[in-house]
């Protein structure tokens, strides 16, 4: 405890140091006047042309997904899945519908899930734990293939789907053996006794007695406005994380620093290129910028997702790189700033390091996966 408060006292002078070296980096090659127009001008132009098209594309698949719901077709899709689920990541049937919940919502959806009695009692106690990290690794999905489908990459989002799909086997795998080897005694049922039988779960919800025109009429209004709150829940990660990951991803523009949107001190592709030739051989990226990707699909996908127009314009991207990011984006989806609170929320925040170290795994084998199955398909 004493440590704990002496550290704390040194916390702003921490905070003064790490400040004056990211603002000093960049004002001292920039500007100041100018570092402070780019920052704005970036941020107000990654709003009008990234962020209000992630929100028509949330609102619009948020629309599907209630609909999807409404009519029965997710559970169609869980009753599909639900024999997969015990071979391959070693949880229950039921665990399906979360994963298919996280695809056409985003990562905390599962929690929701996982806290319902009538859901949880299918599981041990590793397994239950172990749905953050299998959850995460669909987060936001229907979103981030759309997203890609929408800049011309559909085939290559879709092999970036399959990329997600494994690294999500390999991360919930992963955190089951480190839960079990820290914690032998999870191997036990969530609820006192047996673990409940793996039957699916009955509908809770009667019918409901409205035409079929309100139905969907209904179920389009609520999906949307559930996509507006997700479109507004990504502004502060596209415009905060995204801003800074782009002065630290580009240089200045053709006429130095003018204090235009989108100019930088290309410090990340300086480092990258010092081991280039890692991230050629591993996810087939031809230009160093493209590290800073991933990199922000740490924190959050949406704010990685406001790289790719940019990227693109600039002519950096290709297939391999669209089927990559779409693989990593899904399975990592922010999980760096979700984790914690999503283990929290189960009562094991304790764990949070063992299901971030095996997230990250997850994360780096969907895009080494992706990219070669990219490779094989060409050569097919």
Known sequence: MKKNLALKKFEPLFFLIVFFIIFGALGSKMGVPNMLNTLMNTSYQLLLETVFYIMGITVLSGALGKILVEFGVVGVLEKILRPLMKPLWNLPGVAALGGVLTFLSDNPAIITLANDKNFSK??????????????????MGLVVIVFMAGRGFASAALVGLVGAFIGSVISTRIVQRLILKAKPDFDSPVVDGAVAEDKPQEETEAVKDEGLFLRILNSLLDGGKSGVDLGLA?????LIISTFVMMF???????????????????????????????????????????????????????????????????LID??????????????????????????????????????????????????????LFVLVNLL
Not at 122 to 139: D, E, P
Not at 294 to 302: E, I
Not at 328 to 344: K, Q, R, V
């Open 234 to 238: 990504i502004i502060p990660g596209v």
């Open 249 to 315: 991803t580009f240089g200045p523009g053709e006429n130095g620093y003018t204090g235009a949107a989108y100019e930088g001190i290309a410090l990340l592709p300086a480092l990258a290129e010092k081991i280039g030739f890692v991230f050629e051989w591993l996810f087939g990226f031809t230009s160093p910028e493209l590290v800073a990707f991933p990199m922000t699909a740490l924190g959050a996908v949406g704010a990685a997702l406001g790289l790719v127009p940019t990227f693109q314009e600039s002519g």
């Open 319 to 372: 297939g391999n790189a669209i089927a990559v990011f779409t693989a990593m984006g899904m399975c990592w989806s922010g999980y760096l700033s979700t984790h914690t609170a999503m283990l929290d929320s189960l009562g094991y925040r304790e764990l949070t390091s063992k299901a971030i170290i095996a997230h990250t795994i997850g994360g780096l084998a969907a895009g080494i996966i992706a990219h070669w």
């Open 122 to 139: 299918y599981f041990k106690k590793y397994q239950l734990i172990s749905i953050t990290n299998f959850g995460t690794a669909f987060g």
